[in-house]
């Protein structure tokens, strides 16, 4: 009887090749179907086929690499801050952001650019199966775009940094094809990149499209991120004086409140400290009071408030509250979820970029 093939894993053009060099070296025999011949390096979901003979030892195999390949230092060096974006308006208020804070963080900027490519087509011929783009040119003109794109921003950056209005600090372009969320999580992933600074649309903006990347990136990635509404007030980084930071007593809160003074460098830094909870115990006040005292020891210039909010309608006793006090930036530290926690039980991060329109500053301790 003739040892059929089946699916091993299903990975991108690259990643299919270099597990096809190592189980081949091993002795398996490999194929790689689906593949784009027009353009292999565009190939998305390329198929690695073995004999099912084979499948216990390259399963075995392909898991000790991927697991090796989890476990990879970052490629560069040097700290980084990640500044995914679209080409919209927006975009010179998050460079500012970005540089800003690369330069506090004496760290590289990395622009990411991810744009859509043209629908595959899929075609069979007997045991091969390939993927053809129905229009050749319209994919060079995207991707011919982008680099246009991409150009030109580097131009008006150098040309803002000669002028004095950006620190002089080393900056590249990641452009990538594919689904925004993924490829800003990948590239952290792999690169875990001190802060990433992205756009939000803001409650102000029917277009949640924005905003609800930005809520997924926050809730799925472990590198601190700045979030940056549309509509928010403060118009620069100096302009940061007032930092809410909503608490919930753990010890890690502690670690994440000195991650953020340590970002906000204002010489006038004020910062709330909130509780939201339906219960009102006397021992909420005397946790926040411990956590202000805490910090009026280590940073003895630090000016601190605190207050307990009730949790039956956090958003909006919480919205409120930032705006009666003038508040320029909203802090939190955020555990990482996973799909069914996200899909049931959004975050309150994921609740605030979609309707608030106050910075936040979202740490992963």
Not at 88 to 108: M, N
Not at 203 to 223: F, P, Q, W
Not at 244 to 261: H, M, P, S, Y
């Given at each position: 009887m003739e040892d059929k093939l089946v699916t091993l894993a299903i990975r991108t053009y690259q990643?299919?090749?270099?597990?096809?060099?190592?189980?081949?070296?091993?002795?398996?025999?490999?194929?790689?179907?689906?593949?784009?011949?027009?353009h292999p390096e565009m190939a998305v979901g390329v198929r690695v086929r073995i004999k099912e003979s084979d499948l216990p030892r390259a399963l075995k195999i392909v898991e000790e690499m991927e697991s090796a390949w989890e476990q990879e230092q970052p490629k560069s060096a040097n700290q980084q801050v990640l500044i995914p974006i679209?080409?919209?308006?927006?975009?010179?208020?998050?460079?500012?952001?970005?540089?800003?804070?690369?330069?506090?963080?004496?760290?590289?900027v990395v622009f990411m650019y991810v744009y859509f490519s043209p629908a595959f087509t899929i075609s069979s011929n007997n045991e091969v199966s390939t993927y053809s783009i129905s229009?050749?040119?319209?994919?060079?003109?995207?991707?011919?775009?982008?680099?246009?794109?991409?150009?030109?921003?580097?131009?008006l950056i150098h040309a803002r940094i000669d002028r004095g209005e950006l620190p002089n600090i080393p900056f590249t372009f990641e452009l990538k094809e594919g689904v925004p969320e993924d490829q800003i999580l990948d590239y952290c992933k792999k690169h875990n990149p001190a802060l990433v600074v992205m756009g939000t649309q803001g409650?102000?903006?029917?277009?949640?499209?924005?905003?609800?990347?930005?809520?997924?990136?926050?809730?799925?990635?472990?590198?601190p991120i700045f979030a940056v509404p549309a509509q928010m007030t403060i118009q620069s980084p100096d302009d940061i004086h007032r930092v809410?930071?909503?608490?919930?007593?753990?010890?890690?809160?502690?670690?994440?409140?000195?991650?953020?003074?340590s970002l906000l460098t204002s010489d006038k830094l004020e910062m709330f400290f909130i509780h939201a909870s339906n219960k009102n115990e006397a021992w909420n006040e005397v946790m926040l009071e411990g956590i202000k005292a805490y910090f009026a020891s280590h940073y003895p210039n630090l000016i601190s408030n605190y207050a307990l909010l009730g949790s039956s309608d956090t958003l909006k006793l919480l919205d409120k509250y930032l705006l009666n006090q003038k508040i320029d930036v909203l802090a939190f530290n955020s555990r990482r979820r996973n799909f069914f926690m996200r899909l049931f039980n959004p975050s309150l991060a994921y609740k605030m970029v979609l309707h608030s329109d106050t910075p936040m500053l979202v740490t992963h301790v």
């Open positions: 990643r299919a090749n270099m597990i096809k060099a190592v189980l081949e070296e091993n002795g398996i025999e490999t194929a790689i179907h689906n593949l784009n011949l027009e679209d080409l919209s308006d927006q975009i010179e208020k998050i460079t500012d952001f970005g540089f800003h804070f690369a330069d506090i963080l004496a760290a590289e229009d050749g040119e319209l994919l060079r003109r995207i991707i011919s775009s982008a680099n246009a794109d991409v150009d030109n921003l580097s131009n409650k102000k903006l029917t277009n949640e499209l924005i905003g609800s990347v930005c809520a997924e990136v926050m809730d799925s990635c472990a590198s809410a930071f909503l608490t919930n007593f753990d010890q890690k809160d502690l670690i994440a409140i000195d991650r953020v003074i």
